[in-house]
């Protein structure tokens, strides 16, 4: 039961339908939200008092009267979204629906508790430059809880960290924390090339490989969605192995260092992910040989994704995203070939925008998060 100074959840509902789909008409809120004209008047008039909503530019109703669809007012509040990473932290400064306004990078000169948390704090205060901030959002790569504990993050060997606490005594500013690539399928949500599409699928290839999915305008979490799970699918049995003994999976055979380590090994010596993508483009039969089996094993994932999911958009993200310039074609047949020829052809969207994604991302969090305090934010 909420109290007089509260807003309900069919508020709050309200509220994102039009950050992520406004300019929005009443008719069509009321029929995304089952909602009576009288009722969706009596949850909207808050937030046109407080100065969070405009009526946009009349339209031609059905019924022949002129219609005022809602909107966002995107300047009425500013957000901090961070992307951790085992090497640095970005962030941006975002407005209500979660567009960058200014940008900032710290490299992180450890992974220990105490000095990642002063570096988020430092590009807190660089990026909010004594303005007022209503949140801010920091995505991770591992499994959080409660948007607030990180219970666990390889890449930084924690385990059972309070961030959001920590973050919060360090800056005064709420805080929400999430796993960073459900926070990159809620940018792509909000604001990707797959902006208004109710089910779709997010595929990360990187220092891992991730797996987010959103279904009727919903990103699908669980208590598992953080362990990396889209990691181990398997995609080839003839591949390598990965960390924990798979063989061919697609952590083995799609992530930047176990591409980068297999012609590192095949050459004898270390090599970077860019000399193996720029040795392939030249036509060096090793580099060749291993992005066109990652091409088909990214095309293989795709298509499981797809049949099983059953979705038939997919996002392709992340810092090893320009693999899909070498590869993109093997990806799309090995697709094909997994799929029944009379199921829908799967569309592929690539994001590759970088870290700048997963940063908004974690903005967008840390606006849905505001969504529940919305009589502090008044």
């Known amino acids: 039961m909420t109290t007089a100074n509260e807003v309900s959840d069919s508020a709050r509902e309200l509220a994102r339908e039009v950050i992520i789909h406004g300019p929005i008409s009443r008719a069509e809120l009321g029929r995304r939200l089952g909602l009576s004209p009288a009722s969706l008047t009596r949850l909207s008039k808050p937030f046109l008092d407080w100065g969070l909503f405009v009526e946009a530019a009349e339209l031609q109703g059905a019924t022949g009267r002129p219609a005022k669809p809602l909107d966002v007012r995107a300047d009425a509040r500013r957000f901090i979204g961070i992307k951790v990473t085992g090497d640095s932290a970005l962030g941006v400064l975002t407005d209500l629906r979660a567009s960058a306004l200014g940008r900032a990078e710290r490299s992180l000169p450890g ?51 309070p961030l959001a606490d920590l973050v919060e005594a360090a800056v005064d500013v709420p805080v929400t924390v999430e796993n960073d690539v459900a926070a990159l399928t809620t940018a792509e949500q909000w604001f990707g090339a797959v902006r208004g599409t109710p089910s779709f699928a997010v595929v990360t290839i990187g220092a891992g490989v991730g797996y987010g999915l959103v279904m009727h305008d919903r990103v699908v979490t669980t208590p598992d969605s953080g362990l990396g799970l889209g990691g181990h699918l398997p995609l080839d049995p003839n591949g390598p192995m990965c960390l924990d003994g798979h063989p061919g999976c697609s952590t083995a055979m799609l992530s930047i260092p176990s591409i980068s380590a297999q012609f590192g090994i095949a050459l004898g010596r270390e090599v970077e992910y860019e000399d193996v993508l ?101």
């Open 278 to 378: 720029e040795s392939a483009a030249a036509g060096h039969p090793l580099a060749v040989a291993i992005t066109s089996a990652a091409g088909r094993a990214l095309g293989r994932m795709m298509a499981t994704i797809a049949n099983i999911a059953m979705v038939d958009t997919i996002v392709l993200s992340g810092e090893g995203i320009a693999l899909w310039n070498i590869v993109g074609d093997v990806a799309m047949a090995a697709l094909a070939t997994d799929r029944d020829a009379e199921a829908a052809p799967v569309e592929v969207y690539i994001d590759d925008a970088g870290f700048d994604s997963w940063a908004r991302g974690a903005a967008a969090v840390a606006i849905q998060a505001a969504l529940g305090r919305l009589r502090l934010l008044a």
């Open 111 to 161: 992974h220990d508790v105490d000095t990642v948390v002063s570096v988020v704090a430092a590009l807190v205060d660089e990026l909010r430059d004594g303005a007022r901030i209503s949140g801010v959002g920091i995505s991770i790569g591992g499994n959080v809880t409660g948007e607030r504990v990180v219970t666990r993050a390889p890449f930084l060997g924690w385990r059972d960290v």
